[in-house]
């Protein structure tokens, strides 16, 4: 490693020197139909996080409302503008706990259409607002629409975070867009379905957060569901991944959790990763062009 | 799953439909300045491979010439040209055996320089050169150049194979560009060095595998070196991965070992992972113009 400069030198493009932080993922059961009871559940798990010494806290996608629709009137019922009572409720926690809160949400959008949604707060407020653009399965099927927008990627007190909802982390393109604006720890809402795997293998849902992280020297903060919504049962796969790609928190498949890990983010600001290496630098952006093609 | 017709209808552009076979990664010690001694012990692995079923069978990276060159001069001595003893071999066990061989070797350029390369030769002959286009310390230190062209995806009696090099792999995009030419196969000669990692983590090296296969639905096959070679220590990682991201042999590590499994490369047609999400279809390359602009 070549690059002490990068991670001890003057900071740059507002970039934080926070030092080691406790970052949390929320790994909570909800249910359809009771956004009260989620947001109670929400409002405890991110208490207990604050109270565990967490700065950044992870909530799962959809963590107001659940996942598991019947159709697009029952989303609609429960889907909320973005000042609905869901981020205000965050908002409200952010500023007294002084946190940085990601959380997923069903978002009714000016324009009369529903997102799978995303939003970072800090205890000055909403600093970003994210719209999931890979949809997955039942999403696409007359129930959610699909943002266009880039990953945001936000200076915060506590390190430059970015935002990605679920099936957004199968696409190496999209994780890598969030990794080029510099973000240092990528926080992502997810429902990850429970599917069967071989024996003694991690899930793969897993093992595609520690490639993302180990390519783009980021962490990944994953913020799964816990137990079972009308019938589907969920994989509780949430972890938050260090910027070489291995684990820092105990893969505790399927229960309720917090998931709790202290990280320092400057390690992902240096991208070396051996004398003449470099995980961004040693790209060949001119040789890519297939990728925006196809 | 609501692809059978993929998998079972006819087939297009020039893909196989060999059925289930064998493939092979020979994961071998060598000696840099001992080519003969290299071509040697790779012959005898290849046939081990044919004699135990294999029809495509991959060899590590600078597989004729071992890798830790003291400097240019020493590499330049060692480099053959295309038509070279060490591609004039592996065509002679591909014709003999029926194979597919896909093999790293030193090439000494028309143009005067010296790349990283592989080939790719069945029983026709030649039918595919790769400049590795990501190099990896010492190499980019006045020994090899990088090549530009990108990855090869090539119509086999056995399937439609793509070639990558080592440090390649750890570029998303380029195992993507592969996977968006139809490569059902990706195989990829590999000197992975031994680096330290937590108790019971697979090595990332593996990780990235396993992503690139899943994210694209194709198999992939690296051959890794064995033993040590002046004071280097290689990891010993060879893994055929599925187009799940499953590991289909098991991990043996530093020892030399022939690695052997039956794959099904229609599987990796099929690239739908739900009712409605397809891992190629799902993408949104609009939108993934930071790619090739950073």
Redesign the interface.
């Known amino acids: 490693m070549s690059n002490g400069a990068m991670s001890s030198g003057p900071m740059s493009n507002g970039q934080s020197s926070a030092g080691p932080i406790r970052v949390a993922c929320c790994q909570v059961s909800l249910a359809v139909g009771d956004t009260p009871g989620n947001l109670a559940r929400l409002r405890a798990a991110v208490t207990r996080a604050a109270d565990a010494g967490a700065r950044i806290v992870v909530l799962p996608e959809l963590a107001n409302t659940g996942y598991m629709f019947e159709d697009l009137a029952e989303l609609r019922a429960a889907a909320e503008p973005l000042d609905g009572a869901s981020v205000r409720q965050w908002e409200a926690l952010a500023r007294e706990l002084d946190l940085v809160i990601v959380a997923g949400f069903a978002e009714a959008g000016d324009d009369g259409l529903v997102y799978n949604s995303a939003v970072l707060v800090d205890k000055t407020g909403l600093r970003a607002r994210y719209r999931k653009?890979?949809?997955?399965?039942?999403e696409?099927?007359n129930l959610f629409s699909?943002g266009?927008d880039?990953p945001p990627v936000v200076d915060t007190a506590f390190g430059r975070i970015g935002v990605l909802i679920c099936?957004d982390l199968?696409?190496?393109?999209?994780v890598?867009?969030a990794a080029?604006?510099g973000a240092e720890l990528l926080c992502c809402p997810v429902n990850w379905p429970l599917y069967p795997?071989?024996a003694g293998?991690r899930p793969?849902e897993i093992?595609?957060v520690?490639?993302?992280a180990?390519?783009n020297r980021m962490f990944i903060a994953a913020a799964d569901r816990a137990g079972q919504e009308r019938g589907q049962d969920w994989l509780g796969g949430s972890v938050i991944v260090d910027a070489?790609?291995?684990?820092l928190t105990p893969i505790s498949l399927g229960e309720e959790t917090l998931v709790l890990a202290t990280v320092d983010l400057a390690e992902a600001r240096a991208k070396g990763i051996?004398?003449?290496?470099d995980?961004?630098a040693?790209?060949?952006?001119?040789?890519?062009?297939?990728?925006?093609?196809?």
């Open positions: 653009a890979h949809l997955w399965d039942r696409k099927d699909a266009s880039a099936y199968e696409f190496p393109e999209w890598r867009s080029l604006e795997r071989p293998e793969t093992v595609k520690q490639a993302g180990t390519v070489d790609g291995f684990p051996s004398d003449r290496n995980v961004h040693d790209r060949r952006p001119a040789l890519y062009t297939r990728l925006t093609q196809h």
